[in-house]
């Protein structure tokens, strides 16, 4: 790989430098460290080629929904760009320069570790979604990211500004041909000012044949909401290591998703909250359920600083594991410093439910539909805290056909 310097903000060529040092210096994470444990990565990013150009866009997939605006990446390339009412979408490198000082607050460390390093350094241009003060809109920016060069390295980039009181509704689909190899470390940052309110939805459709190791984080400042939605549905290894930086008072993060494994997928999510102001609140509600040699990992911390005083913090996941070879792993984490604080979390992990099902089946269903009624009925509460219901639909056949797929086989 090669660094191909973009005309961009100081902050950024700043952290560009730094990732080519990091990268430089950092190796390949293993099975070994903790926050990687349970993945075996089998490639070295030092191996890998970058596009030179986007290649040929996909269509329109299942997932696919109407905006009032949005962009479209491919391979880390920015085009197709529809500009809403109020907010402003751009490539980085032609964004305001007060914009992007703005969004330099959530940035993701170049040493975080080797993929971090590598999207800093090697990246191409990223994209900006700015709401101004006081803006507010009236439906979803729809961002469309796309790997759809096989063997190669993509490093998208999102970069979302929400200024005080705004209001910043924002869904981005990831995805990736059902056949081929590809490699994707997309990052997505969030900056959310006094007051503002994100609404954030991200599915991971990606085909079982990417490998996406995904990183975002989110700051949020006085009186600021953001609700997070994650669908964990393609990918051959899916995973997202996710912050959020609760530093003003007031604040409120709610994190709801779901995620399905089948065949051998890997979904592994780490989450990271960090309660740094008094009087906030967060809740993250995650359920999962895998077949077939599928895997899933869920690592929770919740962090309250001693400065976070009277705190009210929460994280459930659930998890259902549908065939012998499938396993789930849920480990849920507290760090409180603080005194003054409600906080808890709730971590399940098993097949389904005997007496549910002879309930079912006394009503006169046989074992085959009481045991789909199980699965989406496990999966209804997630799916109706999603924060944008015109995703519900097209995330609920999802879930739902591989379960159904998984019984019409026999693997099940």
């Known amino acids: 790989m090669s660094a191909r310097p973009e005309p961009e903000a100081r902050w950024l060529a700043?952290?560009?430098?730094?990732?080519?040092?990091?990268?430089?210096?950092?190796?390949?994470?293993?099975?070994?460290?903790?926050?990687?444990?349970?993945?075996?990565?089998?490639?070295?990013?030092?191996?890998?080629?970058?596009?030179?150009?986007?290649?040929?866009?996909?269509?329109?997939?299942?997932?696919?929904?109407?905006?009032?605006?949005?962009?479209?990446?491919?391979?880390?390339?920015v085009d197709d760009i529809v500009q809403p009412d109020g907010v402003t979408i751009t490539p980085t490198s032609e964004a305001d320069p007060a914009a992007l000082e703005a969004a330099a607050a959530s940035v993701i460390p170049p040493d975080l570790d080797k993929f971090s390093a590598a999207h800093h350094g090697f990246g191409t241009d990223g994209l900006l979604v700015h709401a101004g003060k006081g803006v507010a809109v009236d439906g979803p920016i729809v961002?469309?990211?796309?790997?759809?060069?096989?063997?190669?390295?993509?490093?998208?980039?999102?970069?979302?500004?929400?200024?005080?009181q705004s209001d910043l509704s924002v869904i981005?689909?990831?995805?990736?041909?059902?056949?081929?190899?590809?490699?994707?470390?997309?990052?997505?940052?969030?900056?959310?000012?006094?007051?503002?309110?994100?609404?954030?939805?991200?599915?991971?459709?990606?085909?079982?044949?990417?490998?996406?190791?995904?990183?975002?984080?989110?700051?949020?400042?006085?009186?600021?909401?953001?609700?997070?939605?994650e669908a964990g549905i393609g990918a051959g290894l899916g995973r997202l290591h996710f912050f959020v930086d609760i530093d003003g008072a007031g604040a409120h993060s709610e994190i709801s998703g779901l995620y399905f494994g089948e065949d051998d997928q890997l979904l592994d999510y780490r989450a990271f909250i960090n309660h740094r102001a008094p009087n906030t609140t967060s809740n993250m509600f995650l359920k999962g359920a895998v077949e077939d040699a599928s895997h899933s990992v869920f690592t929770g911390l919740i962090r309250i600083e001693e400065e976070a005083q009277r705190?009210?913090?929460?994280?459930?996941?659930?998890?259902?594991?549908?065939?012998?070879?499938?396993?789930?792993?849920?480990?849920?984490?507290?760090?409180?410093?603080?005194?003054?604080?409600?906080?808890?979390?709730?971590?399940?992990?098993?097949?389904?439910?005997?007496?549910?099902?002879?309930?079912?089946?006394?009503?006169?269903?046989?074992?085959?539909?009481?045991?789909?009624?199980?699965?989406?009925?496990?999966?209804?509460?997630?799916?109706?805290?999603?924060?944008?219901?015109?995703?519900?639909?097209a995330i609920r056949r999802a879930v739902n056909e591989k379960y159904v797929r998984a019984q019409e086989e026999g693997r099940l």
């Open 172 to 229: 981005v689909v990831y995805r990736s041909p059902d056949e081929g190899t590809f490699y994707v470390v997309p990052q997505l940052q969030a900056t959310v000012g006094d007051a503002a309110r994100l609404r954030l939805t991200t599915v991971q459709a990606w085909g079982y044949g990417t490998v996406s190791v995904g990183q975002q984080r989110t700051v949020l400042g006085r009186d600021a909401s953001v609700h997070h939605g």
């Open 14 to 77: 700043e952290l560009r430098e730094q990732g080519l040092e990091a990268f430089a210096a950092l190796p390949m994470p293993t099975s070994k460290e903790e926050v990687w444990r349970y993945v075996d990565l089998d490639f070295d990013l030092a191996d890998l080629s970058m596009p030179e150009k986007a290649g040929t866009p996909l269509g329109e997939g299942r997932f696919t929904v109407a905006g009032i605006g949005g962009a479209r990446i491919v391979d880390g390339f």
């Open 143 to 164: 961002i469309d990211v796309q790997a759809v060069t096989p063997n190669a390295l993509s490093l998208p980039r999102i970069l979302l500004v929400a200024e005080a």
């Open 311 to 393: 705190v009210n913090a929460f994280q459930t996941n659930r998890n259902l594991v549908l065939s012998d070879e499938a396993g789930a792993e849920s480990v849920p984490n507290l760090e409180i410093l603080a005194n003054d604080v409600k906080c808890g979390h709730g971590s399940t992990v098993g097949p389904l439910d005997a007496e549910q099902r002879y309930y079912l089946m006394s009503r006169g269903l046989d074992r085959i539909h009481a045991d789909r009624l199980q699965v989406r009925g496990f999966f209804e509460e997630a799916i109706g805290k999603l924060p944008h219901q015109e995703m519900a639909a």
